[in-house]
Nanobody, 121 residues
Framework: QVLLVESGGGLVQAGGSLRLSCAAS????????MGWFRQALGKEREFVAA????????SYADSVKGRFTISRTNAKNTVYLQMNSLKPEDTAVYYC??????????????WGQGTQVTVSS
């Protein structure tokens, strides 16, 4: 079982930046691909970004490419999502996930509880 705890959400103006963090409880964190999903009010949950266990491979949703960056520090069991040039449509609850690979991140094995990101116009 992998426990994922997100932090770093909050309220920011459009054009601003936030960095989300996700701390994992599992000492084998480095074996998992990690990712982020989000769910806006009244909408389906959607994939945002994923990173391989080594950090050498990443994947992004088209809507965030060039604005968001996913990274990880295995020594700290932590994955990050740097979000720049935020837009009101980025407002959502953001969930940290863990899975077998970047390709398998469409169906992660583990989910965090989520952190709210609100972007005001």
């Amino acid at each position: 079982q992998v426990l994922l705890v997100e932090s770093g959400g909050g309220l920011v103006q459009a054009g601003g930046s936030l960095r989300l963090s996700c701390a994992a409880s599992e000492h084998t964190f480095s074996r998992y691909a990690m990712g982020w999903f989000r769910q806006a009010l009244g909408k389906e949950r959607e994939f945002v970004a994923a990173i391989s266990w080594s950090g050498g491979s990443t994947s992004y949703a088209d809507s965030v490419k060039g604005r968001f960056t996913i990274s990880r520090t295995n020594a700290k069991n932590t994955v990050y999502l740097q979000m720049n040039s935020l837009k009101p449509e980025d407002t959502a609850v953001y969930y940290c996930t863990a899975g077998k690979s970047v390709a398998a991140m469409t169906s992660p094995d583990y989910w965090g509880q989520g952190t709210q990101v609100t972007v005001s116009s």
